[in-house]
């Protein structure tokens, strides 16, 4: 693709100081002061906002380290790493038993960020580990981005670490979860009003609760409820989309399962705020506490001094 066709400016969002990376198809806006949170990912031939606004308009979230994340303002796009569960750290060693905080240390404290070879780059540094962790966003088409990251260990001891991407995309009446076959059966970790936890369930159209209503839809908010799946594989095919049936408008995030071997699945229907939200969260530990994915042995172990990469693209579109 010819650089010609996007550019990534320093501007402002809500008088805060801001990135924007645009194609004639894509727009992201990001707020490095603010976690490196994204606030916007809007597709602009239909004008489609994917990820959830703030329902105070034109307030952004202002965070704190430590802050507990169910207690702020759930909008937009955050990085989790090491954990997502606050935590103590579980590894023996200099480190052991040190604090981590809820949703990880990384998505309540400004990064650095600079545009290097036309690549919006941002960086932060570990505070209770000693790591940086380093984001690079690029246009690959006018319509998908791709997300790079690299962690490098400024420890002289092996750490367990992991990430998970947690955007909270909105959903309506006619959005609809696709999961690959090889991977639909998906096991519920955190249930709800309509499924429980510790089972296993299968994302089908056909697949539908009490209500008629299928397991890969979103209720209303009316709902109050919400719940959370795993795949604690890997599969062939590291994919997960939503697709609006009425407009055919898409977005699909693709990654190696070499790289990001876990996926996970959020859905609020209500029950955490008043707004619908699907977060797709393919991930390198299983699953959201560091110390359990680590008495598990599923999580990421970087060597002393070492550094470790995974990526993964978002395609944005509309089907015909």
């Known amino acids: 693709m010819s650089h010609s066709l996007f550019r990534i400016t320093e501007t402002s969002f809500h008088e805060v100081r801001a990135f924007t990376m645009e194609s004639n198809k894509v727009k992201l806006v990001m707020l490095p002061d603010q976690g490196a949170s994204i606030v916007s990912l809007q597709y602009k031939p239909t004008a489609k906002e994917w990820l959830v606004q703030s329902p105070h308009q034109a307030v952004v979230r202002q965070t704190n380290y430590g802050d507990d994340f169910s207690e702020a303002v759930m ?3 955050d990085e989790c ?42 960086t932060v540094a570990g505070q209770a580990l000693p790591y940086s962790l380093e984001r690079e966003i690029a246009f690959v088409t006018d319509s998908c981005l791709r997300f790079n990251y690299t962690v490098t260990s400024k420890a002289e001891e092996e ?10 995309f909105t959903a309506t009446d006619y959005t609809r979860i696709h999961i690959p076959k090889d991977a639909a059966d998906m096991l519920c970790v955190v249930g709800g009003k309509r499924y429980n936890a510790n089972q296993t369930y299968t994302f089908t159209n056909d697949n539908l609760d009490k209500r008629g209503i299928a397991i890969n839809q979103v209720a209303p908010v009316t709902t109050e409820d919400s719940r959370k799946f795993y795949i604690d594989q890997p599969y062939e095919d590291g994919q997960a989309a939503l697709v ?6 898409y977005l699909q995030m693709n990654w190696d399962s070499k790289q990001l071997p876990y996926f996970g699945l959020w859905i609020n229907e209500g029950h955490y705020n008043k707004q619908r939200m699907v977060a797709l969260e393919p ?23 070492r550094a470790a990469t995974w990526s993964y693209t978002i395609e944005f579109g509309e089907q015909k």
């Not at 569960?85 to 200099?94: H, T």
């Not at 609006?244 to 408008?249: A, F, P």
């Not at 994915?293 to 172990?301: F, G, H, M």
Request: hydrophobic residues 40%; glycine residues 8%; aromatic residues 14%.
């Open 75 to 77: 909008h937009g796009y």
């Open 244 to 249: 609006e049936e009425n407009t055919g408008e």
């Open 81 to 122: 790493f090491p954990t997502i569960n606050v935590c103590n750290y579980p590894v023996e060693g200099k480190y052991e038993g040190a604090l981590l905080p809820d949703h990880g240390e990384v998505w309540s404290i400004p990064w650095a960020a600079s545009v290097v070879n036309n690549k919006l780059v941002t």
């Open 159 to 168: 750490l367990a670490l992991f990430w998970c991407a947690h955007p909270l």
């Open 283 to 305: 991930c390198n530990g299983y699953y959201d506490n560091l110390a359990l994915a680590y008495e598990r042995e599923q999580t990421l172990l970087l060597p002393a001094g």
